[in-house]
């Protein structure tokens, strides 16, 4: 499971070194911007995408159990009567 999380996060960095080389491209060459608007959104969501894998493969690392906890030989939450 930790490399899977391992080579998520070496995409996402990727990634995001990929945006800030188009960002700076953009800047260099503002003609371009329209073009690269487009490219700069595609580029953002894929990154979005991978955030959320990242979250989701963390999340299935921790612990999974019932809340509120359980007290000891206990029913958990009762209503109030």
Do not use: C, Y
Request: aromatic letters at 4%; proline letters at 10%.
């Amino acid at each position: 499971m930790k490399q899977h999380i391992d080579s998520l996060r070496s995409l996402r960095d990727f990634l995001v070194e990929d945006r800030r080389n188009l960002v700076t491209s953009i800047v260099a060459d503002p003609h371009a911007a329209g073009e690269a608007a487009g490219d700069f959104m595609n580029l953002q969501q894929f990154i979005d995408v991978v955030e959320r894998a990242i979250s989701h493969e963390q999340s299935l690392e921790r612990p999974q159990g019932s809340w509120p906890p359980k007290p000891p030989g206990g029913k958990g939450m009762q209503p109030p009567r």
